[in-house]
């Protein structure tokens, strides 16, 4: 596992994801949003994996780079419009994800 991901997998809240790979944000935004934001980070990372081995400030990079599109898509809609959660969507089996499950996921694409 890389020193990145050795990190994040201690995250427990968005602020430090966002703070860890240099994201800027507005605090109101991430306070009403956080979980949406991680759901959607973690759709991204699934979606478009980031490569083994790159060097740090790549992987740095790739990582911020679809953290920042999960934020921004809550800077420029909503949570229902965006419909992340279950309890947004019409379809079944969607599933949430917590913080936890964010990091499991992490550590087991870079195991």
């Known amino acids: ?7 994040m997998q201690k995250f427990s ?6 703070d860890f ?10 306070h009403v949003n956080r979980l949406h934001i991680l759901k959607r980070f973690q759709q991204y990372l699934g979606r478009d994996p980031v490569a083994e081995g ?8 790739a990582y911020r780079k679809l953290l920042e599109m999960a934020y921004g898509d809550f800077v420029k809609s909503s949570p229902a419009a965006e419909k992340v959660f279950k309890v947004f969507q019409d379809a079944d ?10 990091k499991d996921t992490l550590a087991e694409r870079h195991a």
Do not use: H, I, N
């Open 21 to 30: 790979l240099g994201v800027d944000y507005v605090p109101q935004v991430v």
């Open 54 to 61: 790159l060097p740090e400030a790549e992987e740095r990079a």
């Open 1 to 7: 596992m890389s020193k990145l991901l050795d990190a």
């Open 13 to 18: 809240s968005a602020e430090e994801f966002l």
């Open 93 to 102: 089996g969607v599933q949430t994800v917590s913080v936890k499950k964010l």
